[in-house]
């Protein structure tokens, strides 16, 4: 079982940057693929990036390629997801998954995919 844990959410201008962390329980953290999705009013759960059980495979939505970056630190049993030049569309409550390794990784990933979830944190971008 592995409880997550997020935070960083928060109101933020257009072009502006946020970083979202999510601190996991759990003695096996350092196993799973971490991932973030993130779901807006009205709009199905979506993928952002998740990353692999090292650290050193990352994969992204080409929504977010180039201004996200996803990372972990297995001593702290925490994700991070950092955002930059943020546009309104990015406006969501943004969540942190769990699943175990052994899946295949570079592809999108539904949400049924994940096997833990956090409880979300909002992000809002204003223009």
């Known amino acids: 079982q592995v409880q997550l844990v997020e935070s960083g959410g928060g109101l933020v201008q257009a072009g502006g940057s946020l970083r979202l962390s999510c601190a996991a329980s759990?003695?096996?953290?350092?196993?799973?693929?971490m991932g973030w999705f993130r779901q807006a009013p009205g709009k199905e759960r979506e993928f952002v990036a998740h990353?692999?059980?090292?650290?050193?495979?990352?994969y992204y939505a080409d929504s977010v390629k180039g201004r996200f970056t996803i990372s972990r630190d297995n001593a702290k049993n925490t994700v991070y997801l950092q955002m930059n030049s943020l546009k309104p569309e990015d406006t969501a409550v943004y969540y942190c998954?769990?699943?175990?390794?052994?899946?295949?990784?570079?592809?999108?990933?539904?949400?049924?995919?994940?096997?833990?979830w956090g409880q979300g944190t909002q992000v809002t971008v204003f223009s």
């Open positions: 759990g003695r096996t953290f350092s196993s799973y693929t």
């Open positions: 990353i692999n059980y090292s650290g050193g495979s990352t």
């Open positions: 998954a769990a699943r175990r390794s052994g899946r295949y990784f570079y592809a999108t990933p539904a949400p049924s995919e994940y096997d833990y």
